[in-house]
């Protein structure tokens, strides 16, 4: 039977067939049509069929960065079932967890996954075949080449329908396990859509894929796949190797977060690289400093494209493009917004009674795109609170200025109240990182008897500076109340996958033996 073209599955069968004859990726100096991918992935999902798994089975990749992971990802989109995405660095505990309560019935894994897999399986009773890449077949298990080289490669008619799970991606809180993030085939498809509307990728795109596919990497990979662009795809995140790739393979379009561009600019300080290739760096997680941007507006040109979304809406809420970027040099407060609503987003600012707030107050931003995730896996409840008649709630909290441009204060659960006042620890960071021997900042509460949470700015320095120049700094500049009580200097501080500071590890010394994460 024939699905509905506004699924996921569809659209990926399609853009396969639309740029057959393209160059689909370089990986380990090995070049793939979109062709090869095309046929390769067909083999995967005619094998997932011939196992038996229908369209929301849940099957999971645990692989690293690789032709491996790009070829499994798309077999399992084709196929119709629901993809679990999961890469090597993520904890043998959360991994275990995951899978559990998925209800993954089927993985693709490394071999050098298999020995902590065995330890897992007495606890997975729903997972039924385990394919190894690099690995012999047995029992469970199956080797990746006996799995896919013995199907044929014939395509795979759609049979999903809009409402159908395509991907359940698994996102980290400040607490407790991972949530399930579940996004339908249509949902998938309108994401799709929106990146290639409001992203100015190009076919011609040569875009470098550097940090783990089964996160944001991934979804930019789906994205340019529609538009038919040629990746390279690097294992592991190498700064130097970045700049090395740029010059030689004349890289157009790359993804990184600031605090990465930061140290980009820092590298071509000491060694020169030819950069004039690139047309678009896409960045996110983080607002970028005012001095910075005009520094990577000098080294790389205008190219830089902020993007601003989450798991639960993946990556397309709201755009600062290219024209904002060059405009924040006469306005630099543009660079505190993370630009205007993506075209298929409805975006409103709202009080705790989920009221709409006039221009420039602050409030909790939601959203409505036909996009937005489903739910929560198995937590209707988190789902009702987050999901309000058809309205996602972000938990971010911001404004909207006069010409539509949107400011994130902070997370909701971020927030420090300390003295019974509010604080919001970006405000206090984009003071402080003004501060000329500050090169990294992240601010946080730290719990104390007396004001339930101090304002404590962790402080990785540049230069000599101390506790009271930080705080005098901020004397002017901040609200008595949110000013920083603490300034702890760190020679690093420590960073998520995709290089976001890592507030979570952050607290967590600071809170230890507490049964909650709020004094």
């Excluded at 043998?92 to 490394?110: F, G, P, Q, R």
Aim: glycine share 8%; hydrophobic share 40%.
């Amino acid at each position: 039977m024939l699905g509905d073209i506004q699924t996921a599955q569809a659209l990926f069968i399609n853009a396969f067939k639309k740029h057959r004859d393209r160059l689909f990726c370089r990986v380990d100096g090995l070049d793939y049509k979109y062709l090869d991918i095309d046929r390769a992935s067909n083999r995967v999902a005619n094998g997932i069929r011939k196992l038996g798994y229908k369209i929301n089975d849940r099957l999971a990749i645990i692989l690293p960065n690789g032709i491996d992971y790009v070829v499994a990802d798309f077999g399992i989109l084709k196929s119709g079932t629901t993809l679990v995405p999961l890469n090597l660095n993520v904890s043998e505990s959360d991994i275990a967890y995951i899978l559990k309560e998925a209800d993954v019935k089927m993985a693709i894994i490394d071999a050098s996954f298999v020995d902590k897999m065995k330890a897992m399986l007495a606890n997975l009773p729903a997972l039924k075949h385990i394919v190894v890449v690099g690995g012999n077949s047995g029992g469970k298990y199956i080797s990746w080449d006996d799995f896919k080289n013995k199907q044929p490669d014939r395509e795979i008619i759609p049979d999903s329908a809009p409402d159908d799970d395509a991907v359940i991606a698994f996102t980290g809180g400040t607490t407790g396990k991972p949530k399930g993030v579940v996004l339908s085939q249509k949902g998938v498809f309108f994401d799709m859509v929106a990146h290639s509307v409001d992203l100015p990728y190009q076919t011609d795109d040569r875009m470098l894929l550097m940090t783990p596919l089964s996160h944001g990497a991934g979804t930019l990979m789906l994205a340019g796949t529609v538009k038919g662009t040629n990746f390279i795809i690097e294992k592991t995140v190498d700064l130097v190797r970045a700049l090395e790739l740029i010059e030689k393979e004349k890289i157009t379009t790359i993804f990184l977060v600031p605090t990465i561009i930061y140290v980009l600019l820092e590298f071509l300080k000491q060694k020169q690289y030819d950069t004039s290739s690139l047309r678009l760096i896409v960045y996110g997680a983080a607002p970028i400093s005012e001095t910075r941007l005009a520094e990577a507006l000098q080294t790389f040109g205008p190219v830089l494209v902020q993007g601003y979304g989450q798991t639960e809406c993946p990556n397309m809420i709201t755009t600062l493009t290219v024209e904002d970027h060059i405009k924040a040099l006469d306005h630099p407060s543009l660079l505190q917004s993370c630009g205007r609503p993506d075209i298929m987003v409805s975006l409103k600012i709202v009080d705790d009674s989920g009221n709409e707030l006039p221009i420039g107050q602050i409030g909790e931003i939601i959203i409505n795109t036909p996009y937005t995730m489903k739910c929560y896996l198995n937590q209707p409840e988190l789902t009702a609170k987050t999901i309000v008649d058809g309205w996602l709630h972000t938990g971010d909290m911001g404004r909207v200025d006069e010409e539509g441009y949107v400011y994130i204060v902070d997370r909701k659960k971020d927030m420090i109240i300390s003295g019974g006042m509010n604080v919001f620890p970006t405000e206090v960071e984009e003071v402080i990182r003004k501060h000329p021997q500050v090169n990294e900042v992240s601010v946080i509460g730290v719990p104390d008897d007396h004001w339930g949470e101090v304002v404590t700015a962790c402080v990785v320095p540049k230069g000599d500076v101390s506790e009271e120049e930080i705080k005098n700094f901020c004397k002017d500049r901040l609200s008595k109340y949110a000013q920083p009580k603490k300034v702890i200097f760190k020679e690093q501080l420590p960073h998520t996958l995709i290089g976001k500071i890592d507030k979570k590890a952050l607290r967590e010394p600071y809170w230890q033996g507490k049964t909650r994460r709020v004094n």
